[in-house]
C-alpha cells in the first residue's frame, strides 16, 4: 500500500509504508489526514531527541562509539563469549559500564535544562568535555585496578591515587544524577551518602549508626560492594540494558505504529472507541518506553483531540490518556527500571515477578476501560465508523514481528529462564525482520540512529541507577536500614492495616520528588522488609512499593502525567487530575488487595485460588466503576448516591479475601442491579450505529446534554 507523507517544507511524497493504517475506504496513495498525523507523531526514528540530529557528527559518531563499547562489554559478560581471552570480574565489568556510558550523560544533557529540552543542544562545551573525559578516566582507573580493589581492600585501605578517584567518582556520579533525575532526587542521594559521616550525632537514637570518616566514606561509595557498585547497579548492568534496547528497538521497527493500529481495529468501532483505543495503546507504548510522562506527551497529541472529536469533554479526555499511560510503567513484560530491580532485591527470577505484575497490571486496565465505557454509555458515545479503522487481519498480519518477538521474549524468560539473554536475542529478530521491511527498513542510517537513541536511553537510567546506588551505600554503611525495618515494625505493633497505610503514604510523598526506581530503592531497604515481617509476601510487598510510587504521577500537587495532559488538551491541571485519579482509582485499592491476597500476584496460592481470586476482583472493580461513572451498564440504568456507594462498598467487599466478605461484596452487588432496576433513569438507546465523524454524530452532540443531568 502505497501511502503519502508530508515533508517538513509541505510538500507531500509516496512512500511504501507497511507500518500505516490500513482503512476500508480509502484509496491507494490517499490516506485519512489523520492516518499521517498518527504516523508523523510516532516517527521515533526521525525525532533529533531520539537520532541525535540535533548535535555536530563528531559528538554523535563519540556517543555510538562508546553505545558500541559498551554494549560488546555487556554483550560479553552475559553471553560469556571472554573477548580476548580475559574474564572480567564483577566490579571491573561494572566500572567499564560506567566508563561507556556516564559520559554520554555529560554529552547529550545540558547543565541545566534549556526551553527546547534535550533537542536544542547544537554544540557540546568545553566543561562538559572535561567532565565526560573525567568520569571517563575515573572508571577506566577503577576497572583496570579491579583485582587490586579486590583482593587489598582498597575500600578501606586505599593509596591515595585511588582516594582521589573516589572522591571523583562520588561527585560525578551526583553530577550525572541531577541531569538524568532532577535535583530533589540529587540533593536525597547526596544527603544519604554523606549519612555515615554524621551517623552517631542523630538524636533519635533509632537514626543512630556506625560512624565513618569522609575519606573512608568516599572509598565504600566508589569501591564497596553496596553503594554506586551495589545492586541496583549490577541488576541494571545484567538485565536492564537489554531489556531497554529492546524496547528502543521495538520503536524503531514500527511497534508503536503497530500497537495504535491494532488497538483502533480491536476498539475503535465500540462505544468510546477512541478512548478505549487511548488505554490500550497508551499500555502498549508504556511497556516500550517505562516512562508515564513521555507516553503521555508521544500519543496525547493523537489519541486526545480523537477523543474530544468523539465527543468526550477534553478534562475527561486529558485524564484518560494520563491515567493509561502511567500504567504502562507496570505493565509486564517490559514494565519499568523499578521491576528489574527487585530481581535483586528479592532474589527471584525476573520472569516471576513479570507473571506476578501481570493480574495487577490487567485488573488497573480493567479498572479504566470499564469506566471509560460506563461513561461513554452513559453519555451516549458511539463508535468510529468501520471504514475509517485499520482491518484487524490486515493489522495483525502486518504486526508478526512484534508479536513474534514479544511472545518469543516471554518464552525464553519463562521457559527457558534465560531472563539476562533473552532480550537480546528479541534485539536481533526485530533488527533482522526490518531488513524485509519498506515503512521501517533497517538501512546504515537508520541503524546508526537505532545505536544512538539505545545509548541516549541506556545512558540516562544508568546516571540514575548509580547515583541511587548511593542511598544503598549510605544506609547499609551505618547499619540504619536494618534498624529502620525493625523500629517501623514496632512503631504499628501487629496492625498490617497501619502499615500499609504508612507505606503507601510514604511512597507517594517521596514519588513525589524522586523517580519510581530511586523511591523503589530506598523503601526497599526499609519499607518492604518490614511489610514481610509482617506476613506479606515478598513479590506482593515490593510491587506494593512501586504501584504507590507511580500514582504520584496522577495524584496532585505533582501529577507530571496529568499536568502533561491536560498541556495537550489545555484544560485546567488540577481538574484534570481529580479526572485522572477517578479514573485511575484501581491502581489506589490493588495494591492494598495483592498484599493481603497472594493469589492476586500468583503466589503461594493453588490454580484454583488464582482464578477465583481473579474473577472476583474482576467482578468487584467492574462495581467500583459503576459506582464511580453513576452508570450500570448491565441494564443501562443511570444510578444515584445511594445506589452508587451500595456498589462502591460491594465492589471492596469483593477485593477483600475472604469468604465471608465476598458472599456479603456478592449479595451487595445483587442488590445494585435489583435497585438501578426499580430506581434507575434508563440510559441512551444504542440500536443507532456510526456515524462518519466527518458528518458528525448525534451522539456526540447529545452527549454534551447527557453529561449536565
Given amino acids: 500500500m502505497s501511502t503519502s507523507r508530508t515533508s517538513h517544507d509541505g510538500a507531500a511524497s509516496a512512500v511504501a509504508d507497511p507500518g500505516a493504517v490500513a482503512t476500508a475506504t480509502a484509496p491507494e496513495g490517499d490516506p485519512p489526514a489523520e492516518t499521517i498525523e498518527v504516523e508523523e507523531q510516532l516517527d521515533f526514528d526521525r525525532d ?140 536525597i542521594a547526596l544527603v544519604f551518602s554523606l549519612y555515615p559521616v554524621f551517623a552517631a550525632g542523630i538524636p533519635v537514637s533509632f537514626l543512630q549508626g556506625i560512624p565513618f570518616r569522609l575519606d573512608l566514606t568516599a572509598q565504600i561509595h566508589a569501591m564497596g560492594v553496596d553503594s554506586i557498585m551495589g545492586l541496583p547497579l549490577q541488576t541494571a548492568a545484567s538485565l536492564l540494558v537489554g531489556f531497554l534496547i529492546f524496547g528502543v528497538a521495538l520503536q524503531f521497527s514500527g511497534g508503536a505504529v503497530f500497537f495504535y493500529d491494532l488497538a483502533m481495529s480491536a476498539f475503535g468501532r465500540y462505544r468510546g472507541g477512541s478512548a478505549k483505543v487511548s488505554v490500550v495503546s497508551s499500555a502498549a507504548m508504556g511497556m516500550m518506553s517505562g516512562s ?108 508478526v514481528p512484534y508479536i513474534v518477538a514479544l511472545v518469543g521474549l516471554v518464552l525464553l524468560l519463562v521457559v527457558m529462564n534465560s531472563e539476562s539473554q533473552a532480550p537480546f536475542w528479541a534485539i536481533g529478530f526485530l533488527l533482522l525482520c526490518m531488513l524485509f521491511m519498506k515503512r521501517f527498513k533497517l538501512t546504515p542510517t537508520s541503524f546508526l540512529n537505532f545505536i544512538y537513541a539505545s545509548g541516549k536511553t541506556v545512558a540516562e537510567i544508568i546516571g540514575i541507577i548509580a547515583g541511587v546506588g548511593l542511598i544503598v551505600g549510605g544506609l547499609s554503611m551505618t547499619g540504619v536500614s536494618l534498624s529502620l525495618a525493625r523500629e517501623l515494625v514496632n512503631l504499628v505493633g501487629d496492625n498490617l492495616a497501619l502499615i500499609l497505610i504508612a507505606g503507601a503514604l510514604t511512597s507517594f510523598v517521596l514519588g513525589m520528588g524522586m523517580t519510581v526506581s530511586a523511591v523503589y530503592v530506598l523503601l526497599a531497604i526499609v519499607m518492604a522488609p518490614a511489610l514481610t515481617e509482617m506476613g506479606v509476601n515478598p513479590i506482593a510487598a515490593h510491587l506494593f512499593v512501586i504501584y504507590w510510587a507511580t500514582v504520584s504521577y496522577i495524584t496532585p500537587p505533582v501529577a507530571l502525567a496529568s499536568f502533561a495532559a491536560a498541556n495537550i488538551a489545555r484544560t485546567p491541571p488540577m481538574a484534570t487530575s481529580i479526572t485522572a485519579m477517578r479514573l485511575g482509582s484501581v491502581k489506589y485499592i490493588i495494591p492494598f488487595a495483592f498484599a493481603v491476597n497472594p493469589a492476586l500476584v500468583a503466589q503461594e496460592s493453588t490454580l484454583t485460588q488464582i482464578l477465583v481470586a481473579l474473577g472476583s476482583a474482576m467482578i468487584g472493580i467492574y462495581l467500583l466503576a459503576t459506582g464511580f461513572e453513576g452508570y450500570l451498564t448491565l441494564n443501562h440504568r443511570r444510578i444515584g448516591i445511594v445506589i452508587r456507594s451500595v456498589s462502591l462498598a460491594a465492589g ?54 447527557e453529561a449536565r443531568v
Wanted: charged fraction near 10%; aromatic fraction near 12%; hydrophobic fraction near 50%.
Fill in 48 to 187: 533529533p531527541a531520539n537520532t541525535g540530529t540535533h548535535l555536530p557528527l563528531f559528538w554523535r559518531v563519540v556517543v555510538m562509539a562508546l553505545t558500541i563499547a559498551g554494549v560488546v562489554l555487556v554483550l560479553n559478560q552475559v553471553f560469556f563469549w571472554n573477548l580476548g581471552g580475559t574474564n572480567l570480574l564483577t566490579n571491573s565489568f561494572l566500572y567499564y559500564l560506567l566508563a561507556a556510558f556516564l559520559p554520554i550523560v555529560f554529552i547529550i544533557c545540558p547543565i541545566r535544562k534549556q526551553p527546547g529540552g534535550a533537542t536544542s543542544r547544537t554544540s557540546v562545551p568545553w566543561y562538559d568535555i572535561v567532565l565526560a573525559a573525567l568520569i571517563l578516566v575515573t572508571a577506566v582507573y577503577f576497572g583496570m585496578n579491579g583485582q587490586r580493589i579486590f583482593e587489598r581492600g582498597w575500600d578501606y585501605v586505599a593509596p591515595p591515587t585511588a582516594m582521589v578517584f573516589a572522591f571523583l567518582l562520588w561527585i560525578l556520579v551526583l553530577e550525572t544524577l541531577r541531569r538524568t533525575a532532577g535535583l530533589i532526587v540529587t540533593g
Fill in 292 to 399: 508515564a510522562v513521555s507516553n503521555v506527551l508521544t500519543t496525547g497529541p493523537m489519541t486526545i483531540p480523537a477523543m474530544k472529536r468523539s465527543g468526550f469533554p477534553a478534562k475527561y479526555a486529558a485524564g484518560i490518556e494520563a491515567t493509561s499511560a502511567t500504567g504502562g510503567t507496570i505493565t509486564p513484560p517490559i514494565m519499568g527500571t523499578a521491576a528489574f530491580l527487585m530481581v535483586s532485591f528479592v532474589g527471584v527470577p525476573y520472569g516471576q515477578i513479570a507473571l506476578a505484575a501481570a493480574i495487577p497490571a490487567f485488573l488497573y486496565f480493567w479498572g479504566i476501560f470499564l469506566q471509560v465505557d460506563a461513561y461513554s454509555a452513559k453519555s451516549g458515545l458511539r463508535g468510529m465508523p468501520k471504514e475509517e479503522l485499520p482491518t484487524f487481519g490486515r493489522t495483525v498480519l502486518r504486526g
Fill in 652 to 705: 471492596l467487599l469483593l477485593l477483600w479475601p475472604a469468604t465471608v466478605s465476598t458472599l456479603i461484596g456478592l449479595g451487595l452487588a445483587a442488590l445494585t442491579v435489583v435497585l438501578a432496576f426499580l430506581f434507575g433513569t434508563r440510559g441512551p438507546d444504542f440500536t443507532a450505529t456510526a456515524v462518519p465523524a466527518a458528518t458528525g454524530s448525534h451522539a456526540a452532540t447529545s452527549s454534551k446534554k
